[in-house]
């Protein structure tokens, strides 16, 4: 029986580092001066991020500032999904920016149609929230490591257990 190689796809974050570019960002609007006088407030739950402001343009200037600290702390900003912002009360605006994490099940069913008919030698298995890779030579793995590297997709992935 020959040996089987295999690597999962994942799509993942980590949340400490997210909590730190989420304090970062608190810090840094606090410090300036276009937010002087002006409410602000940064909430962290476990799927979402809620930020509460003044006016649209200011969500913004917060919005590219927590970017750029999750940037900077190595995580893909496309874990952040900003949904529309909405009315809040006393006249403020409020947007919810949910996290993406783990791959979704069309997500899968598509990578999977994307992979076999380029390697029919490998195999994909869907385990929960990652898929499964595997087959008899690992050039055949790299191929298809390559392929996935190449898709321009609105979930940031990684590679993991390659063994």
Wanted: hydrophobic share 35%; charged share 30%; aromatic share 4%.
């Amino acid at each position: 029986m020959a040996q089987e190689f295999s690597f999962d796809v994942v799509s993942d974050f980590d949340r400490q580092e997210l909590v730190n570019a989420v304090d970062q960002t608190r810090r840094e609007i606090t410090t300036r001066y276009d937010f002087k006088n002006v409410p602000v407030e940064i909430t962290l739950e476990t799927a979402a991020l809620t930020i509460q402001t003044a006016s649209e343009s200011q969500l913004r200037s917060i919005l590219d500032v927590l970017q750029s600290k999750v940037h900077r702390r190595g995580i893909d900003i496309k874990v952040l999904d900003a949904q529309k912002p909405e009315p809040a009360a006393k006249g403020n605006v409020r947007q919810v920016v949910k996290l993406r994490k783990g791959i979704s099940d069309e997500l899968a069913r598509d990578l999977t149609k994307r992979i076999r008919p380029a390697h029919p030698k490998v195999q994909v298995r869907t385990q929960g929230d990652q898929l499964r890779i595997a087959s008899t030579k690992k050039d055949e793995l790299q191929a298809v490591m390559t392929q996935i590297k190449e898709l321009d997709l609105a979930v940031p992935l990684q590679f993991t257990n390659y063994r």
